[in-house]
């Protein structure tokens, strides 16, 4: 019985970690490349914040609702398959339409499908993880890796391709998340015992440390929306070719894979919110380097960066969430965190495009100052989580 409970655990993180593979691929693919391809499209920069910032709102009433539907119904992995194809399928028809109303259209469909497929399947790791004991980092770094993979394979197409056929490469990538994901295995269907009341979300709400720690994941990762959207048009701009561009994608994301790798060997001093507060830190001294238009020589130094601007405050964020959160509310507790995600992401998106329109370089410091929001609601955290 040993044996077989070793391999169903093998299994389980084997596929797992292949889905945040394939679903990554997708994002190497369309965030950095995605704006380039509304660019060939003929939209000009405050129209592409605008096309990105626009279902990034609407997906905020989407998250919530889906993520609660799949806790309230215990069909995690059943919701992860059915926002995978519905996003493969509306971005497809992104692919085919014209016209700046109707790539909107179409593309916030597409958000709305996808929006979800990543709170879902965190919630779904850390449950499964948790009952095996697994780390997450250790798991979520295949996604990492493939991100890579799709930023230089993507850059590398982009010498031979025109930018307009970039779109079919996001389509065959959200094929691939939606296949993996129907092969995952089930989740244990937690019971609530007879007699005692089944979680609610207001228990999230009435939470400050919960409260506290959402907003300071929204912020630090709402802090990146200048670079996701512009910093390819802008080094294309400068001069770098497409390979030089993933490749600097690329070394970000190495740098989060070393961190994901060794993130369960971390000392006990380096908790989730410690972890959380590091991550607002270095947002906010990346943004600020970025924002005085530092040479080509230096990029690679700000890319590495994002070890700590994204990689600590994600961990921290999900460490956080499966030492607080009860089972029950995994789902919804993500969607809630990726909504405070999603308001200020699309907040930023949309003024990014406008400050960069008008200021160039300098809307960096605009993102170094909601970093330093972010900090400040980690810290606020740490002293709501102590015993009182």
């Known amino acids: 019985m040993a044996h077989q409970s070793k391999l169903s655990t093998d299994r389980f993180v084997l596929k797992l970690g292949l889905f945040y593979a394939a679903y990554f691929l997708f994002g190497g693919v369309q965030l950095p490349f995605f704006p380039l391809w509304l660019e060939a499209r003929g939209l000009d920069a405050a129209t592409i914040g605008l096309v990105i910032a626009v279902p990034m709102l609407a997906r905020v009433l989407a ?9 309230r119904f215990r069909a995690i992995k059943a919701t992860l398959v059915i926002c995978a194809a519905s996003g493969a399928l509306a971005m497809t028809l992104v692919g085919l339409v014209d016209g700046v109303v109707a790539i909107l259209l179409t593309f916030t469909v597409t958000a709305v499908a996808v929006a979800p497929v990543l709170s879902l399947s965190d919630a779904y790791a850390l449950c499964g993880l948790g009952e095996r004991g697994r780390a997450y980092g250790p798991v979520r770094l295949w996604g ?9 394979g993507a850059g590398y197409l982009l010498g031979f391709i025109s930018a307009t056929h970039l779109i079919w490469l996001v389509v065959a990538a959200l094929v691939v998340t939606t296949m993996v994901a129907i092969a995952l295995d089930p989740l244990d269907v937690p019971v609530t015992p007879a ?6 979300a207001g228990q999230l709400w009435r939470n400050p440390a919960f409260l506290a720690v959402a907003a300071a994941a929204a912020l630090t990762q709402g802090s990146h929306a200048l670079f996701y959207g512009f910093s390819t048009m802008e080094w294309r701009a400068a001069g770098l070719d497409g390979v030089t561009i993933g490749a600097l994608w690329g070394l970000g994301v190495v740098a989060e894979v070393v961190l994901f790798a060794y993130s369960a060997r971390l000392p006990a001093s380096l908790g989730p ?3 959380l507060s590091i991550g607002a830190a270095g947002a906010v001294l990346r943004w600020t380097a970025m924002a005085l238009d530092p040479p080509t020589a230096m990029l690679p130094v700000l890319q590495i960066l994002h070890a700590g601007s994204f990689g600590a405050a994600h961990l921290g964020a999900m460490g ?7 089972k029950e509310l995994a789902a919804t507790a993500q969607g809630l965190v990726a909504t405070a995600s ?18 160039g370089s300098l809307a960096y410091l605009a993102m170094a ?4 929001a972010g900090l400040a609601c980690a810290i606020a ?8």
């Open 63 to 71: 998250v919530p609702f889906i993520t609660r539907a799949a806790d």
């Open 144 to 152: 990492s890796v493939a991100f890579i993979a799709g930023n230089i």
């Open 195 to 200: 007699g005692q009341p089944r979680a609610s």
């Open 273 to 275: 919110l410690v972890l």
């Open 320 to 326: 956080f969430l499966a030492r607080a959160v009860p």
């Open 342 to 359: 999603g308001i200020v992401m699309a907040s930023a998106t949309g003024l990014s495009g406008l400050i960069y329109a008008a200021t």
């Open 369 to 372: 100052a909601m970093a330093l």
């Open 381 to 388: 955290a740490q002293r709501f989580s102590r015993p009182q």
